[in-house]
């Protein structure tokens, strides 16, 4: 009798004997070992790099939320999102020096701007993206699944270079105005203030996403659509209107990424966002697409695997190489788990 | 139950699970040689289910079926169409864009041996078999009055049509045991007794097993040999047409406990 | 109060169609008339900035009218316009080439649409093969300017090549294939690794051409290193294909982009893989060996088929009454050995899509689950197809890498391989002949075209004292989005599509128009 106790599955998945297995738990053992070893070794710059990865690990979670929103109601990967995220930052540098004239040395005012200038990229943002929608992704709602799939490729060439047009093909410099001075100290690592302010920018906007998903209509609507469309549309929700929606507050997050991100790194280039913007859905994927919580983890790990690869001392493959690992992670996700580490298994595999 | 040449199928035990919930719950299923069986039951009895689990689309929870005395349980849908069963599906599934005569050679896919190499050298015997698929194509379609349709998109088919064409589909893939799902869904009175007494000829003339899926009665006491019922994942009866359709249990599955009262106090039982 | 959307909605397919019925309800003569005035209107703005626009406009006027006109005149009237063309190459100075393409074309739509599907290839391909005795004669275009070289010949056929080859990926089985970048480079790498110094610590040769027999390093005819490549290209593409064919539309379209961003970047760190220099890192290989037939075969063809491709050639075609004084080069000798190979390419093409793996192709594209009912193997089927487009990646990724005698890993990013499904998207996803196209139109304008419309924008633009300094180049990559948004929206079939692709494609005009304002759940697995 073959009783197989296996998972119920619609498509053949890959068979999982326990040699993968096996081998999974080897190589994530040697990681680590691996980590274990700098840890001991460099103590303080293991903690260094870790509090780096935790600050990449929040940019790149504004990003991926934006991703994994607009996934869970459109099964649609939005290319176009790190480009908008890029556009976020030039924006954001655009109003800070245009408008605000910020700059070094401005004192206590600055955190005002910086938060309106925030604010301002993440309206813009929003609105981009919420256009972007409604030109090349409504029209295609019905037609075959990979068509937006394909426009979003488009999109995003197109935004990449109205970049490039608008700042030119250099890195567009941004005003310094995050202190790297350090501020506090455990034991010999140091904490420095623009890790803090980059964690502290995050966390308001996380906590208000959360509360909007939570608490709002809008929010609800949201999950709802997102959940079952036909449903959504026989109980009164306006789809279309919740779609532009989720678009927006995609968007805004990306605003908002794209202007921390700028002030921290002080420069930015047009053909920055698309990578960043495929490390983010990586991030998204890792922690299951679709999934908000899954996201912000998702995008911790990479964040501290990008930190840790480029950061440590014994044997770390090197920034040459960050590219290559994440997207191996991106594909062995895919491939052996599909609904990532937060996501929920479905007929078809994720 | 015996698993050797007396019957084309057996099904065993089999389970299907959807996390906490039971589809199928251990049934055995047995389809004799040459006749045609058909399985009914209320709407999320089971039916389809079970069909897909017979068909590799669904991997069996537990339980095991055998095709031709061949284990083929959890096998994949591809080999089990080439080990002899054939299907079509409750919802129309044809390749839209695709003609008649495009869908039945897809239906051949499994019998043709041309592969990648000689395709694109197209050696005579390439072109021998391309000719000859295309000529067995013709005959299906004629067999299920299509003839004058062969270049017809799918999609421009009327609904009657469309379901023939799925059944002429699923005869090119040269079955022994021919799985229709619902074929008689949304036909009016006529073509229902026409394909009643289609199915009754793919039995004698063809010498063809046939396991259905129905719901209309008249097309299941016209032609089954046996009938089986399936309520909530079980099988609660199995005979005769004129036998299951007085069986207590039965009735009530459809009707309710009422009507059964009802017919007992008229005798009728 | 949510408005629930119980009305129909207007989506920019429904605008299409009205505006297409609005069109059609008008009075013929009315439309005659409007079309005059539009095309005069067309001519007089263009004219006043580039004479050669302008008379463009009038020809492809001329040619429009002639096609609309009454089949009796319609052979009188072409006559007598490519007479009319004839005297004004005399007279006037239209250069003679215009003159002969014309004719060409006008001669080719009189052919009946059953000879059509062979007659225009075979013309095309005469014209290609001749190209070189002319190219130097060709007339300047309006705004592209200078026809190509054939050493841009040679780059566009390449890369027609590799979009022939995700053809039968995205266009046959309808996989999305984000990587196929992955495949030009392991052609491109294979072909370096087999006729350079890069493996110098052995010696290995086989039928090379051109060089010493005591070089270090692994040299092998061109020929056996192409065939090489292409398997070599296809094993990767099955051994890619194997976790993850298996995936839905999306994911995998991601799968095949991460595979196409890490093989780069290991080409590009190839230089020290644990100790061992596989690509020689940022530098790449280079120089690679010459191809060539070798003396024997050479001598035993009386010099047609030439010993060594960089030593050639010594003979000179002259056609007096023609101009045409062309010394063959060994960029022509390229060129006629790439024509061979997109043949080739373009010949398997049509045959799988004909075949019973290319039905099956089609039916997995439709609809999976049936496939697989009507004993179709999935994996097993969207793997030759995954392998079958690889091979020609290889094939082309390893030619080029001969001809220009370099590999570099600066070579191979992600934006060509969306470069190459853009040439697959507007040329026409399915259709062989169409891809050909617009991969011929779309490697021209990244090699040449681009730069030529800029230069051309930049010089005759001015709007009141403005003058323009556009660098259209730069934006290469945002022109082609911009494409593939502008194709998938209006036209997405593509240019010259095949008729399935455009029923498919405009599927959902057809259906009955939903009541709600949502989507129509896509046709899942049961």
């Not at chain 1, 491939?335 to 479905?346: A, C, K, M, S, Y």
């Not at chain 3, 391909?125 to 026809?147: C, E, H, K």
Request: glycine residues 10%; contains cysteine; hydrophobic residues 50%.
């Amino acid at each position: 009798m073959a009783a197989d106790a296996s998972v119920p599955t619609l498509s053949r998945r890959v068979p999982r004997p326990s040699v993968i297995g096996v081998l999974g738990f080897a190589f994530v053992g040697l990681l680590g070992i691996w980590l274990l070893v700098n840890l001991i070794k460099t103590p303080a710059d293991f903690f260094d790099v870790f509090l780096i990865g935790i600050t990449l690990g929040c940019m790149y979670a504004l990003i991926a939320l934006g991703y994994t929103l607009v996934y869970g109601i459109l099964e649609l990967i939005n290319f176009a999102h790190g480009d908008v995220f890029m556009l976020g930052g030039m924006f954001a540098i655009t109003y800070a020096t245009g408008i605000f004239n910020l700059h070094p040395g401005q004192g206590p005012v600055t955190v005002l701007i910086v938060l309106g200038t925030m604010a301002l990229a993440m309206l813009t943002c929003g609105a981009l993206n919420a256009t972007i929608e409604f030109i090349a992704y409504r029209p295609l709602r019905h037609a075959p699944r990979l068509a937006p799939l394909i426009t979003a490729i488009g999109v995003s060439f197109i935004i990449e270079d109205v970049g490039l047009a608008w700042k030119g093909p250099n890195y567009v410099p941004a005003p310094d105005v995050f202190p790297h001075s350090t501020a506090f100290s455990i034991g010999s690592v140091d904490v420095q203030w623009n890790k803090l302010i980059v964690i502290g920018l995050t966390i308001p906007v996380l906590l208000g996403l959360t509360y909007l998903i939570q608490r709002t209509r809008q929010g609800k609507a949201m999950r709802a659509t997102a959940q079952d469309k036909d449903a959504s549309a026989i109980m009164g929700i306006n789809v279309n209107r919740t779609i532009s929606f989720t678009f927006l507050i995609a968007g805004a997050l990306a605003g908002a990424a794209g202007t921390i991100f700028a002030l921290w790194s002080t420069t930015i280039r047009f053909d920055e966002g698309f990578q960043l913007g495929l490390i983010a859905f990586t991030a998204a994927v890792l922690g299951g697409i679709g999934n908000l919580p899954g996201a912000v983890l998702g995008a911790i790990l990479i964040g501290c695997i990008q930190a840790f690869n480029e950061g440590l001392n014994w044997h770390a493959p090197g920034s040459d190489w960050t590219e290559s690992i994440v997207f191996s992670i991106l594909i062995l996700i895919l491939v052996f788990r599909p609904e990532g580490l937060l996501g929920e298994q479905t007929p078809e595999g994720g | 139950m015996s698993t050797n040449g007396d019957y084309v199928l057996v099904a065993e035990q089999v389970r299907k699970e959807f996390g906490g919930l039971v589809a199928v719950n251990d049934v055995d299923f047995a389809v004799p040689r040459g006749k045609v069986i058909s399985l009914i039951g209320p709407n999320g009895a089971g039916k389809t289910t079970f069909f897909n689990m017979l068909t590799g689309v669904y991997k069996p929870t537990s339980g095991t079926v055998t095709l031709l005395g061949e284990d083929v349980t959890g096998k994949p849908p591809h080999a089990i169409t080439a080990r002899g069963i054939g299907r079509t599906f409750q919802n129309i599934r044809l390749f839209q864009n695709m003609t008649a005569l495009e869908n039945v050679l897809v239906g051949m896919h499994a019998r043709m041996h041309a592969n990648l190499f000689n395709s694109v050298l197209r050696t005579p015997k390439v072109r021998r078999e391309e000719k000859e698929v295309r000529e067995r194509g013709r005959e299906l379609l004629a067999f299920t009055g299509l003839s004058r349709k062969a270049t017809e998109v799918a999609r421009n088919l009327p609904y009657g049509d469309q379901r023939r064409l799925e059944v002429a589909r699923a005869l090119a893939t040269e079955p022994q045991l021919l799985l229709l799902d619902e074929p008689t869904a949304g036909m009016n009175p006529q073509e229902s007794a026409e394909f009643t007494a289609f199915v009754a000829r793919l039995r004698d003339e063809n010498k063809l097993t046939v396991l259905m899926i129905e719901h209309d009665m008249r097309v299941v006491m016209g032609v089954s040999d046996r009938v089986s019922v399936l309520d909530y994942g079980e099988k609660i009866a199995e005979g005769g047409p004129r036998e299951v359709q007085q069986n207590e249990r039965v009735i009530e599955a459809y009707l309710g406990k009422a009507a059964v009262e009802d017919m007992k106090k008229q005798g009728l039982s | 109060m949510t408005d629930v959307a119980i009305r129909v909605p207007t989506e920019s397919v429904g605008f299409r169609n009205q505006a297409r019925a609005w069109w059609r309800g008008l009075n013929p003569w009315l439309r005659v008339g409007i079309v005059m005035v539009l095309q005069l209107v067309l001519f007089g703005l263009l004219f006043t900035v580039d004479h050669a626009l302008g008379f463009a406009v009038l020809v492809v006027s001329t040619i429009y009218w002639l096609r609309r006109l009454p089949d009796r005149i319609r052979q009188g009237a072409t006559g007598g316009f490519i007479l009319l063309m004839i005297i004004l190459a005399i007279v006037a100075n239209t250069p003679w080439t215009l003159v002969i393409l014309l004719a060409v074309g006008a001669v080719m739509s009189f052919v009946p649409a059953a000879r059509r599907d062979w007659v225009f290839p075979a013309v095309l391909l005469g014209l290609a093969v001749l190209y070189p005795f002319y190219a130097d004669q060709m007339f300047t275009m309006p705004i592209f300017g200078v026809w190509p070289d054939v050493g841009t010949g040679v780059y566009m056929l390449v890369f027609i090549m590799m979009a022939v080859g995700l053809n039968i990926v995205v266009g046959y089985a309808g996989l999305l294939d984000l990587g196929y970048v992955a495949f030009y480079a392991m052609g491109a790498y294979t072909s370096a690794w087999l006729m350079s110094l890069q493996f110098s610590h052995t010696n290995f040769h086989f039928g090379a051409v051109g060089i010493t027999a005591s070089l270090p390093g692994i040299h092998m005819s061109m020929w056996l290193v192409l065939a090489f490549a292409g398997c070599v290209a296809a094993l990767s593409g099955i051994i890619i294909g194997l976790p993850t064919l298996r995936l839905r539309g999306d994911y995998l379209a991601i799968v095949t982009l991460g595979f196409g961003e890490i093989l780069p970047q290991i080409a590009r760190n190839g230089d020290s893989l644990f100790g061992f220099n596989l690509t020689n890192g940022p530098n790449g290989i280079t120089p690679l060996d010459p191809p060539g037939f070798g003396h024997a075969i050479s001598n035993a063809t009386g010099g047609f088929l030439p010993a060594n491709y960089l030593q050639c050639c010594s003979r000179t075609v002259n056609i007096g009454f023609l101009h045409i004084h062309h010394q063959i080069s060994s960029f022509d000798v390229f060129f006629w050995t790439a024509i061979v190979l997109l043949l080739i390419t373009v010949f398997t093409s049509l045959r799988l899509q004909y075949s019973r793996i290319g039905r099956a192709w089609i039916a997995i594209r439709e609809d999976e689950t049936a496939a697989a009912a009507m004993g179709i193997p999935l994996m097993r089927t969207k793997t030759w197809a995954y392998a079958s487009g690889a091979f020609f990646g290889g094939i082309a990724g390893a030619y080029y890498g001969v001809f220009r005698s370099a590999t570099f890993p600066g070579d191979f990013y992600f934006n060509i391989s969306v470069f190459i499904l853009c040439m697959v998207i507007l040329g026409g996803m399915g259709n062989v002949w169409g891809v050909v196209v617009g991969a011929a139109f779309l490697a021209y304008l990244n090699q040449e075209g681009l730069a030529n419309t800029g230069a051309w924008l930049n010089a005759n633009i001015h709007i009141a004292g403005w003058r323009p300094n556009f660098q259209v180049p730069l934006y290469a990559s945002g022109i082609y989005g911009l494409i593939i948004l502008v194709v998938m929206l209006f036209r997405p079939e593509g240019l010259i599509p095949s008729r399935r692709r455009a029923a498919e494609l405009h599927e959902a005009e057809t259906h009955d128009e939903p009541l709600y304002d949502h989507e129509i759940a896509g046709t899942e697995p049961l």
